[in-house]
């Protein structure tokens, strides 16, 4: 037996090849295996399952001898039992009794899965072959490991994050500062100019110092402070120009990250929404990006120019006097040491500091929209209590980094101090004794360049802070533009156009591995049919038209489209022929019109006004004051939900989707909105094949196919007339809703009495 | 609404059944099999809040606190939720690389040796307020740090950045 090319999760390592060889006394070979990594009582360790056309083995230290077979034939039921954080493959045989035949963690769930699938439906009777490809297509989803380092990918075909070059990295960053390469080079020549300006006044006043003062020469005095008036104005002059200029540059290249990063972040798929803060967002596209910003110009203007200055102050200091420049050096290793020590020591409090940060942002971005809440349930002390929480967080951890990063400063400056006490005090003693040839004008003037010199030293001291600052926010920058986007398996790949033929093959999902939220769902759903998908909060009808959309990609199994995997058809194409109604639809801080024409900004006025009409929303649009002008508030305050639904079918019509999917939309509103927004979807589905996951009656009645989901199952699935003779779940259903529809019925007609009365 | 049926002490008697599932019998008569515990607050509450609930899922009782049983019953109780609650208990942080936003941990638990992934440090590690630290791994798998400063300082000295 061969395990080289066999079909597995992980290498299987040797100790459990030699297990499974010395309990396999067959000549067969397993169509596939299971590698685990938890033992049955729970401790981390090698498990493994081999599965054949008829049996399997388990492998596991437990088991006596290092293994059991287990034959198809014996066994009633199995499946996978997900706990928390860890996973077990049950059998139950024909007798009921039931055991556990490996244990492991989510890492392996998925195949195990699929395992316990295809043994379910070979007992079943079916091809054990064909079977087996749902088995590979787990596979192949799970074997998107990086060929180099062996790290997971985020899809098949993506690049790996963990191998690209570093230098791939830095251009991403380098790609920004590009396009401002000849400002930015016309400030570092000006910077240069400056710098040079700089190094004239300490010689001047040594001069002044020995030579013009001591011979009291006025005419001489006036011509050297006239020399420094010029070298200051030009100075200070190309000073302003260049920090124009340089801000200019600055603010451009902001402004492109920016962008790049609010583009990148639409195409990302909803897997990364899912997890990470919409605060966090934000302060990556303003926060992180300035910071970025400040260091990007600290690295290309202002350590090129500390650089120029300090070659060009040693060299000037060297020929001054070499003895004093040596004396001058003493504290730059120990400003060098001091500088990588704080560098070390400041870049994990910078990123917990950016994680306070963080929370705080989230904490905005949650309750500054969601305000009518907080006033609803009068938190506002709980609210404001809360960021109080977080802030205090902040602070302290503000506290500790600036402890640090506040010290540090002083201590080199400190120590730059004492470099110049060494040199008044040598120096001076040279000049007061008359020995070394120390004049005090050159002491003065050395003083000068001592200075000068002890800037760019404190400037590449302190750059690390700066640095390490940087990379905590390009990080998180780097987490946004590394993140993968979407998958546009198909891009360009469009077909002619969309009949409406929805067939689902197969199809399992789970939002993250400790629970499956679809399993095996088989459908297959006509043009033109009007499709209602049924069932209890949490069954998953939702995620079913979620995957239909193609907001999340990594399911197992194949949805196909007129008989084309959607995953082949390009992306944008796909949504295009795809209208959506939601629940809560979303409008932009914009105006009525625009946001109808949200779906199709080309449409001509009158399509629009035709689309708004469909969708019974004319009538109250021309009623406002600004009618198709109003400009609605943040997500469409001003409007009533009902109106906010009507303009979302609106833009659903205008948009003449092939297939239309409406999530509940109609759930909100009372009896007489509904009405209207019934008689609206109505004209809208008129030959489209439209999937509605309804739970009112009188939407379902519209309905010819009927699809019941529970428990991320389709228990049942046909017309209505079929599914009620079945007196099944949809009976059910139906029964608990016409006592409902009823009893609402009664409510509404006595609020309409009372508010007559 | 139905009310819910809470469990306070010794008026139930709770044996094991198979594997996870428990059988409870209330001292009025009643009998419940198969029932299996579940937590209802498996971070913030250990020991207090388990649902009990019957195979479709739902729920026949809670147990306020599991403290308040008698001694055999929270025996059981007690192994049916370490056995289904698998949060290894970090006590040694072997190594931490990172390479461009992907962390791969390599750790001694309670359990042995683990290494794994972590793909995004800000959403995968939480600190709590009683001080211990929740880590999920790239596959969804829970790990606990009890207490950061009852490490050792190398792993202290690992962990501190990512809190």
């Given at each position: 037996?061969?395990?080289?090319?066999?079909?597995?999760?992980?290498?299987?390592?040797?100790?459990?090849?030699?297990?499974?060889?010395?309990?396999?006394?067959?000549?067969?070979?397993?169509?596939?295996?299971?590698?685990?990594?938890?033992?049955?009582?729970?401790?981390?360790?090698?498990?493994?399952?081999?599965?054949?056309?008829?049996?399997?083995?388990?492998?596991?230290?437990?088991?006596?001898?290092?293994?059991?077979?287990?034959?198809?034939?014996?066994?009633?039921?199995?499946?996978?039992?997900?706990?928390?954080?860890?996973?077990?493959?049950?059998?139950?045989?024909?007798?009921?009794?039931?055991?556990?035949?490996?244990?492991?963690?989510?890492?392996?769930?998925?195949?195990?899965?699929?395992?316990?699938?295809?043994?379910?439906?070979?007992?079943?009777?079916?091809?054990?072959?064909?079977?087996?490809?749902?088995?590979?297509?787990?596979?192949?989803?799970?074997?998107?490991?990086?060929?180099?380092?062996?790290?997971?990918?985020?899809?098949?075909?993506?690049?790996?994050?963990?191998?690209?070059?570093?230098?791939?990295?830095?251009?991403?960053f380098?790609k920004y500062?590009?396009?401002?390469?000849?400002?930015?080079?016309?400030?570092?020549?000006?910077?240069?100019?400056?710098?040079?300006?700089?190094?004239?006044?300490?010689?001047?006043?040594?001069?002044?110092?020995?030579?013009?003062?001591?011979?009291?020469?006025?005419?001489?005095?006036?011509?050297?402070?006239?020399?420094?008036?010029?070298?200051?104005?030009?100075?200070?002059?190309?000073?302003?120009?260049?920090?124009?200029?340089?801000?200019?540059?600055?603010?451009k290249i902001i402004i492109d990250l920016k962008s790049d990063i609010f583009?990148?972040?639409?195409?990302?798929?909803?897997?990364?929404?899912?997890?990470?803060?919409?605060?966090?967002?934000?302060?990556?596209i303003?926060?992180d990006t300035a910071?970025l910003q400040?260091?990007m110009?600290?690295?290309?203007?202002?350590?090129?120019?500390?650089?120029?200055?300090?070659?060009?102050?040693?060299?000037?200091?060297?020929?001054?006097?070499?003895?004093?420049?040596?004396?001058?050096?003493?504290?730059?290793?120990?400003?060098?040491?001091?500088?990588?020590?704080?560098?070390?020591?400041?870049?994990?409090?910078?990123?917990?500091?950016?994680?306070?940060?963080?929370?705080?942002?989230?904490?905005?971005?949650?309750?500054?929209?969601?305000?009518?809440?907080?006033?609803?349930?009068?938190?506002?002390?709980?609210?404001?209590?809360?960021?109080?929480?977080?802030?205090?967080?902040?602070?302290?951890?503000?506290?500790?980094?600036?402890?640090?990063?506040?010290?540090?400063?002083?201590?080199?400056?400190?120590?730059?101090?004492?470099?110049?006490?060494?040199?008044?005090?040598?120096?001076?003693?040279?000049?007061?004794?008359?020995?070394?040839?120390?004049?005090?004008?050159?002491?003065?003037?050395?003083?000068?360049?001592?200075?000068?010199?002890?800037?760019?030293?404190?400037?590449?001291?302190?750059?690390?802070?700066?640095?390490?600052?940087?990379?905590?926010?390009?990080?998180?920058i780097?987490?946004?533009i590394?993140?993968?986007?979407?998958?546009?398996?198909?891009?360009?790949?469009?077909?002619?156009?969309?009949?409406?033929?929805?067939?689902?093959?197969?199809?399992?999902?789970?939002?993250?591995?400790?629970?499956?939220?679809?399993?095996?769902?088989?459908?297959?759903?006509?043009?033109?049919?009007?499709?209602?998908?049924?069932?209890?909060?949490?069954?998953?009808?939702?995620?079913?038209?979620?995957?239909?959309?193609?907001?999340?990609?990594?399911?197992?199994?194949?949805?196909?489209?007129?008989?084309?995997?959607?995953?082949?058809?390009?992306?944008?194409?796909?949504?295009?022929?795809?209208?959506?109604?939601?629940?809560?639809?979303?409008?932009?801080?914009?105006?009525?019109?625009?946001?109808?024409?949200?779906?199709?900004?080309?449409?001509?006025?009158?399509?629009?006004?035709?689309?708004?009409?469909?969708?019974?929303?004319?009538?109250?649009?021309?009623?406002?004051?600004?009618?198709?002008?109003?400009?609605?508030?943040?997500?469409?305050?001003?409007?009533?939900?009902?109106?906010?639904?009507?303009?979302?079918?609106?833009?659903?019509?205008?948009?003449?989707?092939?297939?239309?999917?409406?999530?509940?939309?109609?759930?909100?509103?009372?009896?007489?909105?509904?009405?209207?927004?019934?008689?609206?979807?109505?004209?809208?589905?008129?030959?489209?094949?439209?999937?509605?996951?309804?739970?009112?009656?009188?939407?379902?009645?519209?309905?010819?196919?009927?699809?019941?989901?529970?428990?991320?199952?389709?228990?049942?699935?046909?017309?209505?007339?079929?599914?009620?003779?079945?007196?099944?779940?949809?009976?059910?259903?139906?029964?608990?809703?016409?006592?409902?529809?009823?009893?609402?019925?009664?409510?509404?007609?006595?609020?309409?009495?009372?508010?007559?009365? | 609404?139905?009310?819910?049926?809470?469990?306070?002490?010794?008026?139930?008697?709770?044996?094991?059944?198979?594997?996870?599932?428990?059988?409870?019998?209330?001292?009025?008569?009643?009998?419940?099999?198969?029932?299996?515990?579940?937590?209802?607050?498996?971070?913030?509450?250990?020991?207090?809040?388990?649902?009990?609930?019957?195979?479709?899922?739902?729920?026949?009782?809670?147990?306020?606190?599991?403290?308040?049983?008698?001694?055999?019953?929270?025996?059981?109780?007690?192994?049916?939720?370490?056995?289904?609650?698998?949060?290894?208990?970090?006590?040694?942080?072997?190594?931490?690389?990172?390479?461009?936003?992907?962390?791969?941990?390599?750790?001694?638990?309670?359990?042995?040796?683990?290494?794994?992934?972590?793909?995004?440090?800000?959403?995968?590690?939480?600190?709590?307020?009683?001080?211990?630290?929740?880590?999920?791994?790239?596959?969804?798998?829970?790990?606990?740090?009890?207490?950061?400063?009852?490490?050792?300082?190398?792993?202290?000295?690992?962990?501190?950045?990512?809190?």
């Amino acid at each position: 037996m061969g395990f080289e090319n066999l079909l597995a999760n992980v290498p299987i390592p040797k100790e459990i090849q030699d297990a499974v060889l010395k309990i396999n006394t067959s000549v067969d070979s397993p169509l596939f295996a299971v590698v685990g990594d938890l033992s049955l009582s729970g401790n981390y360790g090698d498990s493994a399952l081999f599965v054949y056309n008829d049996r399997m083995i388990a492998v596991d230290e437990s088991y006596e001898g290092g293994g059991d077979v287990i034959l198809f034939d014996d066994i009633a039921d199995i499946k996978v039992k997900r706990m928390y954080g860890n996973a077990v493959l049950k059998v139950e045989d024909s007798h009921g009794a039931r055991r556990d035949i490996i244990r492991f963690t989510y890492s392996v769930a998925d195949v195990c899965d699929s395992a316990a699938l295809f043994i379910e439906k070979v007992k079943a009777g079916e091809d054990a072959e064909e079977t087996l490809e749902i088995v590979r297509s787990t596979y192949k989803n799970l074997r998107s490991f990086c060929p180099k380092c062996g790290r997971k990918l985020a899809s098949p075909d993506a690049d790996c994050l963990n191998c690209e070059g570093k230098s791939k990295i830095i251009n991403k960053f380098a790609k920004y500062i590009k396009p401002q390469v000849g400002t930015l080079l016309g400030c570092l020549f000006l910077s240069i100019f400056t710098t040079v300006m700089a190094l004239i006044p300490p010689y001047i006043t040594g001069y002044m110092v020995d030579k013009v003062l001591p011979n009291r020469d006025a005419q001489k005095l006036l011509f050297v402070i006239l020399i420094l008036f010029s070298v200051y104005i030009l100075q200070f002059t190309v000073s302003g120009i260049r920090a124009y200029f340089l801000r200019l540059a600055g603010d451009k290249i902001i402004i492109d990250l920016k962008s790049d990063i609010f583009a990148k972040a639409q195409y990302l798929p909803m897997r990364f929404y899912d997890k990470t803060s919409t605060g966090s967002v934000i302060n990556r596209i303003n926060g992180d990006t300035a910071v970025l910003q400040s260091f990007m110009l600290r690295i290309s203007q202002e350590a090129v120019v500390q650089a120029f200055t300090l070659v060009g102050v040693i060299c000037i200091m060297l020929l001054m006097d070499w003895r004093l420049t040596l004396l001058s050096l003493i504290p730059v290793p120990i400003v060098i040491f001091c500088g990588r020590y704080f560098g070390k020591k400041i870049a994990p409090m910078y990123r917990r500091l950016w994680r306070r940060g963080t929370s705080l942002y989230t904490i905005l971005a949650d309750t500054v929209p969601g305000i009518r809440v907080i006033k609803a349930f009068t938190s506002e002390k709980r609210t404001i209590s809360r960021f109080q929480r977080y802030s205090d967080d902040w602070l302290k951890e503000d506290k500790i980094a600036a402890k640090t990063a506040s010290a540090f400063p002083s201590i080199i400056t400190f120590l730059i101090t004492c470099g110049s006490l060494i040199i008044w005090f040598i120096g001076g003693n040279w000049v007061i004794t008359g020995s070394g040839g120390a004049t005090t004008g050159l002491l003065v003037s050395f003083i000068s360049y001592a200075a000068m010199f002890y800037a760019p030293v404190n400037f590449f001291a302190n750059l690390s802070d700066s640095y390490q600052s940087a990379l905590a926010s390009a990080e998180k920058i780097l987490d946004i533009i590394n993140a993968e986007p979407e998958n546009d398996f198909g891009k360009g790949n469009k077909p002619e156009r969309i009949k409406g033929k929805i067939e689902f093959c197969n199809v399992n999902f789970s939002f993250d591995r400790s629970k499956k939220t679809l399993e095996d769902i088989n459908i297959s759903i006509d043009p033109g049919d009007v499709v209602g998908i049924v069932g209890t909060t949490g069954a998953g009808k939702s995620t079913l038209v979620n995957l239909l959309l193609r907001y999340y990609d990594d399911y197992e199994g194949e949805i196909l489209v007129d008989g084309i995997n959607i995953k082949e058809i390009d992306s944008e194409f796909y949504r295009d022929n795809i209208g959506y109604v939601q629940q809560e639809p979303m409008m932009f801080r914009d105006t009525i019109f625009n946001n109808i024409a949200y779906s199709n900004p080309d449409a001509h006025v009158e399509q629009v006004l035709n689309a708004a009409d469909i969708a019974n929303a004319h009538g109250f649009i021309s009623r406002l004051p600004d009618s198709y002008d109003t400009m609605l508030g943040e997500r469409g305050t001003g409007l009533s939900g009902g109106e906010r639904q009507r303009l979302s079918i609106a833009r659903a019509v205008l948009k003449n989707p092939s297939i239309l999917v409406f999530d509940e939309a109609t759930a909100a509103v009372d009896s007489e909105t509904e009405h209207l927004i019934q008689e609206s979807i109505d004209r809208l589905i008129r030959g489209r094949t439209t999937l509605m996951i309804a739970h009112r009656l009188s939407t379902l009645r519209r309905a010819n196919k009927i699809i019941v989901v529970d428990k991320g199952r389709v228990v049942e699935f046909g017309t209505p007339d079929e599914l009620l003779a079945m007196k099944g779940k949809y009976h059910k259903l139906i029964q608990i809703q016409s006592m409902s529809d009823k009893a609402r019925e009664i409510k509404e007609a006595e609020n309409l009495e009372i508010s007559i009365g | 609404m139905t009310s819910r049926r809470y469990i306070d002490g010794s008026e139930v008697r709770i044996t094991p059944n198979d594997g996870i599932f428990v059988d409870v019998e209330f001292y009025g008569g009643l009998k419940i099999e198969m029932l299996e515990p579940k937590r209802l607050f498996p971070i913030s509450g250990l020991s207090k809040y388990i649902t009990l609930l019957d195979s479709d899922g739902n729920e026949a009782a809670i147990i306020r606190s599991v403290d308040s049983l008698l001694p055999d019953s929270k025996k059981t109780i007690l192994r049916c939720l370490e056995e289904y609650y698998m949060i290894p208990k970090i006590s040694r942080l072997i190594s931490r690389t990172e390479k461009f936003r992907i962390w791969l941990w390599t750790v001694e638990t309670d359990r042995g040796i683990h290494t794994f992934e972590i793909i995004n440090h800000i959403t995968s590690i939480k600190t709590l307020y009683d001080g211990r630290i929740l880590i999920k791994d790239a596959s969804d798998n829970r790990y606990e740090i009890p207490d950061i400063y009852a490490l050792d300082r190398r792993s202290q000295k690992l962990i501190m950045p990512d809190i």
